[in-house]
């Protein structure tokens, strides 16, 4: 009987159609307020998200206003929870958004690095994004391009509510565009009407040296700004050890191995360095450098505040192995090119 009404439905929304003058890219939404399908993300009304005008600039050499029309229109569904004044969080809302992924906006940048000639490898850039009103929030360019799930940051155009079947509690909606993480826990980072996007690298130089062998570093400096504000020499006693299994598979490269990562969470590590801090998880990044030099830029947000449990960890090896003692194992990325060596320094902001 559930396929019969849903057949007829879909005819009378069909005919519906025919009667009415040719449009460009029309759009038919089907609400299943009866849930006669098994998607649990289309049961409620969606509405429309005003885009403002979106402009991206910094290191590229073709900036510019980002043109909408030829981009596909992704989802993303979200639970959004803020920061509260008492230090703890407040739930917001549970809602599916459509829009456009910062993916798709920047797939075609082309970029112009300002310290390509130290370091030429795109891993240490990120963006930041603002709106009129002076909020900024930042991503790695990592977080981005190269996660196991692509397109989970949208800009969003459209948002849907996703109501609990038993309470049917409704949600204050949005009433303009806005930015969605749906990898973020804490979601600081969903500012309203952006309007321009900023690429940039990392604005710290390091020693470069292609192909060190053998390297070593056995302690990692932490740097807030350029001052040096704590040594890891060694892993605290009782942190928690993790172990991932993995294919380990690099963008040049291909196929490293498939043997298991073991160590404890970064965050874990340098938290007493860079608290939670509202101001952080928008804005906050960090950039991570080995004795070669090579070195990633990873927005605070990505290393404090996911939601998918892939966390990125700190290894440490035997005393004076190669590419010991330090190394960063970057548990959500597809490649594993953000994967450092003998980690020699830690940057917090810039």
């Keep these: 009987m559930k396929k019969i009404v849903f057949a007829l439905i879909s005819l009378a929304l069909l005919a519906s159609c025919n009667q009415q003058p040719a449009i460009e890219n029309p759009q038919i939404q089907f609400i299943d307020s009866t849930d006669m399908t098994n998607n649990f993300y289309d049961n409620t009304e969606t509405f429309d998200l005003p885009v403002a005008g979106l402009t991206v600039e910094g290191e590229v050499a073709n900036p510019g206003k980002v043109d909408f029309a030829g981009l596909p229109v992704r989802s993303v ?14 739930f917001t809302g549970a809602y599916r958004y459509d829009g456009y992924s910062l993916f798709d906006i920047l797939e075609k940048s082309i970029i112009r690095k300002a310290n390509a000639e130290e ?7 990120f963006i930041e994004i603002e709106n009129d009103k002076g909020d900024k929030v930042v991503f790695s360019w990592g977080e981005i ?102 294919i380990f598979y690099g963008r040049g490269k291909g196929i490293h191995s498939t043997t298991p ?32 030099g090579y070195r990633s830029a990873l927005s605070y947000s990505e290393i404090f505040n996911r939601n998918d449990q892939q966390e990125i960890l700190l290894i440490k090896t035997p005393e004076n192995e190669d590419g010991g003692l330090f190394r960063m194992f970057t548990a959500g990325d597809f490649f594993s090119d953000r994967a450092i060596k003998s980690v020699s320094s830690i940057c917090l902001g810039y």
């Design 77 to 90: 569904i979200v639970k959004e929870t803020l920061l509260d004044s008492a230090g703890g969080d407040r």
């Design 119 to 125: 370091f030429n490898s795109i891993i240490d850039l």
């Design 145 to 246: 391009f190269y996660p196991n799930v692509l397109h989970k940051i949208l800009i969003a155009k459209s948002v849907s509510r996703i109501v609990p079947s038993k309470t049917k509690e409704l949600w204050v909606l949005p009433v303009t565009s806005k930015i969605v993480v749906s990898g973020d826990l804490i979601t600081e980072r969903n500012i309203s009407d952006p309007s321009k996007i900023t690429v940039r690298s990392f604005p710290k130089s390091f020693n470069t040296i292609k192909g060190l062998s053998p390297m070593y570093a056995g302690k990692i400096s932490v740097y807030e700004k350029n001052n040096e504000v704590g040594v890891i020499e060694s892993l605290p006693a009782e942190i928690n050890v993790i172990t991932y299994n993995t």
């Design 261 to 292: 990562f073991t160590g404890v969470m970064l965050k874990d590590v340098i938290g007493k360095f860079y608290p939670v801090s509202r101001a952080n998880l928008q804005s906050g990044i960090i950039c991570i450098a080995g004795k070669d």
